[in-house]
């Protein structure tokens, strides 16, 4: 790996033997650390999975006050990764990268390139995707220098409409288990967050009869939504606790604690935003209150099939949805598992995601054919 060497920032400076005992450490197969003196480029890339293929998965820019902090991220999203991929039974394994920097100020053609070397130098162990801070334009510009790199290609270059595919397949699933019909027509449904993917699911939802109530910090968001679909504009420290028959959150994630739990009012929780549960507690507390939660990572996965099916190089629009289809029945194979074991849907969730990681035999690292 010329060119690489161990971070050596004082400022930043991690004992990297130290992750071991990091509480994020869940068995990562690897964890590289790389410095570019020339391009000022610090990077980690964890690999936590590669039972079911090589790991893919984003690459995080951000301003990490430590390099441990930027380890800590780079463990807990890469177990992420290897969860949501195996739960979909897709045939890749998990792994992020993170940067250490502020995307806004420091990222330049040449340290993208940088970041390109150093996925080139793993031999394919590990395929990058973009992320925060890192675009899919970036990506490209990161693929000229490596093979393993790889951009969503639906429609408008981004995983957005297809995440918003998948979650609505999760939200019908969701509605079929909790009302018995996945018929959504004067369903009442909030969605927080119109972004990317919150504003194509309301495309969805309002498409299917639903009665929308919606929020996001940018009132030119709402007015669009609410002039499109006649959504009902809620305020934004509102809208969580909305009596509506399904909550489906869109925007950040850490949302659901034992105190905003408590104040719920929905019936079921089925949305796109990551990491919605604070802690392990919350999704306890979720099923102790009777509110059917379809876990966000088994229903947000459409981006990431999206990206496999790029990495194909045979890339069909008609087969990444047929592929997204399929969170249907995984989400309703989890709501039917927690009701008949009374265990918390956020635990069956793990539960099979774990079994399947230790799922088929390695594919190896060949079958990712790179940016196409
Ligand atoms: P985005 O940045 O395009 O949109 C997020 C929206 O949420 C913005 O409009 C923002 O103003 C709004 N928002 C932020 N805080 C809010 C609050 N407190 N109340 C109401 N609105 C608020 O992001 P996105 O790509 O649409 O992703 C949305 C969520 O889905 C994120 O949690 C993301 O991690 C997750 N996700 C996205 C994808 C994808 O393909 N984009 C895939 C998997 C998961």
């Not at 430590?66 to 045939?91: I, V």
């Not at 059917?292 to 099939?305: H, K, M, S, T």
């Not at 890339?315 to 969170?327: M, T």
């Amino acid at each position: 790996m010329s060119g690489f060497e161990p971070l050596n920032d004082s400022s930043r400076k991690t004992n990297i033997l130290n992750v071991f005992d990091m509480p994020d450490f869940d068995e990562h197969e690897a964890v590289h650390v790389f410095h570019d003196r020339a391009t000022g480029l610090d990077m980690i890339v964890a690999v936590h999975n590669t039972a079911r293929g090589s790991a893919v998965g984003g690459c995080r820019m951000w301003p990490y006050a430590t390099g441990r902090a930027a380890l800590a991220d780079a463990l807990r999203l890469a177990k992420g990764m290897s969860y949501k991929a195996a739960l979909a039974q897709l045939p890749c394994g998990g792994g992020k990268s993170v940067v250490l920097g502020d995307a806004r100020t420091v990222k330049t053609h040449t340290l993208l390139a940088s970041i390109g070397r150093a996925v080139e130098s793993l031999g394919g162990r590990y395929t990058i995707a973009d992320d925060v801070g890192i675009s899919a334009a970036d990506v490209a510009i990161i693929a000229e220098h490596t093979r393993f790199a790889c951009a969503p290609l639906m429609l408008d270059g981004t995983a957005s409409p297809a995440t918003a595919f998948g979650t609505y397949q999760g939200i019908l699933a969701t509605a079929a288990h909790v009302f018995g019909s996945e018929h959504l027509g004067g369903r009442t449904i909030a969605v927080q967050g119109l972004g990317a993917v919150g504003a194509k699911l309301c495309e969805y939802l309002a498409e299917a009869g639903a009665d929308l109530w919606v929020s996001d910090l940018d009132d030119a968001r709402t007015d669009e939504i609410e002039r499109r679909w006649s959504a009902t504009t809620v305020p934004v420290d509102e809208i969580l606790y909305s009596a509506v028959d399904i909550m489906a959150p869109c925007a950040m994630g850490g949302i659901f604690d034992s105190e905003s739990i408590k104040r719920l009012r929905c019936r079921a929780i089925a949305g796109a935003a990551n990491n919605q549960l604070a802690n392990a507690e919350a999704g306890l507390a979720l099923a102790a209150r009777g509110i059917a939660y379809a876990p966000d990572y088994a229903i947000n996965v459409g981006g990431l099939i999206d990206l496999v099916h790029a990495l194909t190089g045979n890339y069909q629009v008609a087969a990444v949805l047929e592929d997204c289809r399929r969170i249907h029945a995984t989400t309703l194979d989890i709501l039917e598992r927690a009701a008949k074991t009374g265990l918390a849907t956020s635990e069956v969730a793990d539960q099979l995601a774990g079994q399947r990681l230790r799922g088929p035999a390695s594919l190896g690292v060949a079958p990712l054919t790179g940016f196409a």
